[in-house]
């Protein structure tokens, strides 16, 4: 019975290489999910995301199908939501970001970016008030750490919010925020006499604007702002209670890479196949390029670098499952992963010749996109620098 669900789920995930069966490490309830959600992406966005990418638009019609899912907030118990493993969450991070890296970041940000700080550090009315309607995407969310002075160092953010009789005045600027145009409310760190602390600030509350930034080569499927607070009054029942310090959007940072180490998988496993079935039809020199020993050895290479990379993530779920999982595994994994996947959606590039610097073919796409990936959520140096202070003892930030 098990050997039939790997073999369905190997002959339904052909884009998806499982050299090491970790399909047969997954529960039924897991394999469902990856299924569910990979036959979407076949189905639903596949399609679509090479013109969407061109046209620098976010397809946004496909928002109600996630929620429809339960893709928003699949960990959490209640309002809602669907309460999944965290493997689970992974496998749908890796399928979405098959697709495209644009739509594991609308989901990254809704689920492990806005929904987790309003759950773990909220008040009961601020869960009743913005969970379940998260959870149906009836409510969109960002999160506002980076200034546009420096995203690397957040402890040294200017944005800073003082207390006034029963309010707080926010005056600021927040840079490179995901969804911040679309979004209904923003999760935004602020400085304070007493150190970082996170609030809700709604839209339309006065003094309180957002614009999109344009011109990106990259995450072009995907709505990026700067957000400013000019005297910005809000309610004390919109701070989040159980936030105190830089450990509290730390916290959330850690969700989102866990979502990205498996992410960038899917990303991968995209461009390895279609390198792959490009190789197998192009001949040249007499032969199909697959009859090469090098066109031969970069595919093993690929095929190798994404092995590794499912091995680590499924153990940092296992980990996260348990609750023993750390941030610098978190770090390791997450700056592991984006640099094996950046590197393959190259190589495929490359390996397609001229069609790889199309849209038609789905590499130079990935690979621009994850310029962003591992930029964001902490560039690979500062997760190498993380990994050093675990080692040394020392910040050498
Ligand atoms: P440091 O002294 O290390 O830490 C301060 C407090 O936080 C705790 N902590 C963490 N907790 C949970 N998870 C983590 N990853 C944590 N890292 C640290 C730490 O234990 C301490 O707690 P306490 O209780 O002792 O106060 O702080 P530092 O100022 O030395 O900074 C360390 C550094 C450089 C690693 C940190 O600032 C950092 O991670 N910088 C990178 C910033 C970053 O990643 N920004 C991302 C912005 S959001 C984003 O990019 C969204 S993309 C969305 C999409 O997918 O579209
Ligand atoms: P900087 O911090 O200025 O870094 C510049 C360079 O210096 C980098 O190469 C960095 O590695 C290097 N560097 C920094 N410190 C050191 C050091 N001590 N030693 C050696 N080298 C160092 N942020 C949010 O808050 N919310 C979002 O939703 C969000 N979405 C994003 C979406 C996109 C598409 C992008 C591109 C970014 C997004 N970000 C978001 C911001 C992202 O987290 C930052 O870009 C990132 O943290 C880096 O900050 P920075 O761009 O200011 O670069």
């Known amino acids: 019975m098990a050997r039939l669900l790997t073999e369905a789920a190997h002959t339904r995930n052909a884009a998806s290489p499982d050299f090491f069966g970790l399909a047969d490490l997954l529960t039924d309830e897991e394999r469902q999910v990856q299924q569910l959600v990979g036959r979407w992406v076949d189905e639903r966005v596949l399609p679509i995301i090479g013109d969407a990418f061109d046209q620098h638009t976010f397809p946004r019609d496909l928002i109600p199908e996630m929620a429809e899912m339960g893709l928003f907030g699949p960990t959490l118990q209640d309002y809602g939501c669907a309460g999944l493993s965290n493997i689970a969450y992974g496998l749908i991070m890796q399928e979405l970001e098959r697709g495209d890296s644009g739509l594991r970041s609308f989901a990254s940000v809704q689920s492990g970016l806005v929904m987790f700080p309003i759950h773990k550090y909220g008040s009961d009315e601020q869960k009743q008030q913005w969970l379940p309607d998260m959870a149906k995407a009836r409510k969109i969310g960002c999160f506002g750490l980076t200034e546009p002075d420096g995203g690397s160092d957040p402890g040294a953010m200017k944005t800073h919010a003082k207390k006034q009789g029963g309010d707080w ?13 679309v979004a209904d409310v923003a999760v935004v760190w602020a400085m304070t006499d007493n150190g970082v602390r996170g609030f809700l600030v709604e839209k339309g509350t006065p003094g309180y604007s957002a614009r999109d930034i344009h011109k990106k080569m990259s995450l072009r499927a995907s709505i990026t702002s700067e957000l400013f607070f000019d005297n910005v009054r809000i309610p004390a029942r919109n701070q989040l209670p159980k936030a105190e310090g830089l450990a509290g959007p730390l916290g959330c940072l850690t969700q989102a890479r866990y979502g990205i180490a498996w992410g960038v998988l899917g990303a991968a496993q995209a461009c390895y196949q ?23 050895i970069r595919l093993a290479d690929m095929l190798r670098r994404i092995t590794t990379g499912q091995l680590l993530a499924w153990r940092l779920g296992k980990l996260k499952e348990d609750d023993a999982m750390h941030h610098t595994q978190v770090s390791l994994a997450k700056w592991n992963n ?41 560039t690979e140096t500062i997760h190498q620098l993380v990994v050093g202070r675990e080692i040394t003892g020392i910040a050498a930030f």
């Open 338 to 378: 984006c640099r094996l996947a950046i590197d393959i959606a190259r190589d495929a590039r490359d390996l397609l010749g001229g069609m790889g610097i199309t849209t038609e073919c789905c590499p130079i796409r990935h690979a621009n996109n994850l310029e962003s990936v591992i930029t964001y959520e902490g």
């Open 169 to 181: 005045v926010i005056n600021g600027a927040k840079m490179w925020i995901t969804n911040g145009t």
């Open 274 to 296: 279609e390198a792959l079935t490009f190789a197998k039809s192009r001949i040249l020199f007499g032969r199909p390029l697959t009859h090469t020993q090098t066109i031969q």
